[in-house]
């Protein structure tokens, strides 16, 4: 009797709404983190709330999968699609390190994914799509169709010779138009960019989607940033990421009218891959752990307590584990002031024994070290530059404190380097890793510099020159307060 009640209420309730549900879940920047790490997150984790879920739905995801950890990087990125074939992705877009291996590497991924690479911006030099690479997909669920467009990201991680990325908006529009006589009833943006890039005074496109795609697009899943976003709207659409490192996964849940099929709404629900709440998938945990690298868990160091990425003392921007990697810097290279740009470290270290896995996902890049000459100019545009949207750089040997305003501006500068202030026409030493030195990220004023300025300071990479600063002795985390928001 219980049951048929049960029957009951629920017919009562589809009547009621008169709406169909289709669920999408999106991960974003996974990075090859397959195993949890303090019973959060992992492959098996994320099956687990898959199989906990409705049968019917649609796997996305944002980009970087192939590049971050020891399995990643010996396997050219071939490891993470594999397991994300096995956990049935139906769609990805492209992120920067998707090209970490060149453009080989990147059309061997292309071969071996079952899911669908969606990259409307992403072309040859002839301006047609790469093999095993669509614009869009239109996929049925519940009946309903909803087409995905994919934007990937333009700043790959190692320069391809072969492709090139063309502007996101005017790839989407055509996207769009083109998808247009099939009348989806819901349209969904997997971009490999973040919201948290689009600030007032510093519009980004993935804001634009915003401004200027309302009632086209219906959702725009994003990443890059390693950010969390739930049910952000901009121009009535529904804005989510997920943050990174297989520790998340979010469910958004679209609903249309049952009569006309019209989309109604979005709404997202971040969900914590914690293992205690979720359990793990059995099939999923067996094949993560047969691909496991295992000749780098032996122990190299140990720390007196945990390294995070975070500082949780109000007004400190920098955190103690980015604060040691410039440091260790620092001890490898003679100069005035050493940076590291906080993306460069992926996750901050545990309290007790660190093996070279730790450091390995830690750092995961070959970068090695150089010095340049620059002027106190040269060092005070780079410093204001990496402080906003988010702490993007930190240092050693250099201190700064700033305010922030409400428009998200910065004003009230004030730069240390030792006990000095900065001097604008005076000339330093810098130390820093290739990476940014080459003009990467954070690093496009170096394209200003002459190459003269630039000159190596030994072959050791990063990786290297962190192991070694660990086998010092017991590492002590880095006090934070070098950078200081007022």
């Not at 030099?125 to 169709?145: D, R």
């Not at 545009?381 to 700033?402: C, E, I, M, Q």
């Not at 006090?479 to 928001?485: A, F, H, K, P």
Request: contains cysteine; positive net charge; hydrophobic residues 35%.
């Amino acid at each position: 009797m219980k049951k048929v009640l049960l029957l009951i209420g629920i017919f009562c309730c589809a009547i009621f709404t008169g709406a169909t549900e289709v669920t999408l879940y999106h991960t974003s920047d996974t990075h090859g983190f397959f195993y949890p790490k303090n019973n959060l997150g992992g492959a098996a984790a994320l099956e687990a709330v898959l199989k906990n879920g409705p049968k019917k739905y649609l796997l996305l995801d944002g980009g970087d999968f192939a590049e971050g950890t020891v399995e990643t990087q010996r396997s050219n990125g071939l490891k993470a699609v594999h397991l994300m074939n096995r956990l049935g992705y139906d769609a990805a877009t492209v992120g920067n390190h998707e090209f970490a291996f060149r453009d080989e590497g990147f059309d061997h991924i292309m071969g071996v994914a079952k899911f669908d690479v969606l990259a409307a911006n992403l072309t040859d030099k002839n301006g047609t799509l790469p093999k095993g690479v669509k614009a869009y997909k239109i996929y049925k669920v519940n009946g309903v169709k909803v087409a995905v467009i994919g934007l990937a990201n333009r700043n790959p991680t190692k320069k391809s010779e072969k492709y090139q990325f063309t502007k996101p908006l005017p790839a989407l529009e055509k996207a769009l138009q083109e998808l247009a006589p099939s009348r989806p009833a819901a349209v969904v943006v997997l971009v490999h960019d973040s919201l948290a890039d689009d600030r007032p005074g510093s519009p980004n496109y993935i804001g634009d989607i915003g401004r200027q795609f309302g009632g086209r697009v219906h959702l725009v899943l994003g990443g890059h940033a390693h950010k969390i976003f739930q049910n952000e709207y901009r121009g009535g659409i529904l804005f989510a990421e997920s943050g990174s490192n297989f520790q998340n996964v979010t469910r958004v849940t679209l609903q249309f009218d049952d009569k006309t099929g019209k989309f109604l709404s979005a709404k997202s629900e971040l969900i914590a891959l914690d293992i205690k709440q979720t359990g793990e998938d059995k099939k999923i945990k067996k094949y993560a752990e047969s691909i496991r690298e295992k000749d780098v868990d032996e122990k190299i160091g140990q720390t007196a307590a945990a390294l995070g990425k975070k500082s949780f003392i109000p007004g400190h921007m920098d955190s103690a584990v980015d604060n040691w990697v410039a440091d260790a810097t620092c001890r490898y290279a003679k100069a005035d002031v050493c940076i590291h740009n906080t993306g460069g470290a992926r996750v901050g270290l545990p309290k007790g024994d660190i093996s070279r896995r730790d450091i390995i996902d830690l750092y995961p890049f070959d970068n090695t070290v150089v010095t340049a000459r620059v002027s106190g100019d040269f060092l005070e545009k780079l410093v204001k530059g990496g402080l906003v949207p988010w702490t993007r750089l930190a240092f050693s040997g250099l201190s700064v404190s700033y305010v922030k305003t409400k428009k998200g501006k910065i004003k009230n500068v004030k730069i240390w380097v030792g006990t000095e202030r900065l001097q604008a026409d005076k000339e330093y030493t810098l130390a820093l890793n290739s990476y940014i030195a080459g003009g990467g990220s954070e690093g496009k004023l170096f394209k200003t510099l002459p190459s003269a300025a630039v000159q190596p300071a030994g072959t050791k990479t990063m990786r290297q020159i962190l192991e070694d600063d660990l086998k010092r002795g017991l590492l002590t985390p880095p006090e934070t307060g070098r950078i200081r928001e007022k």
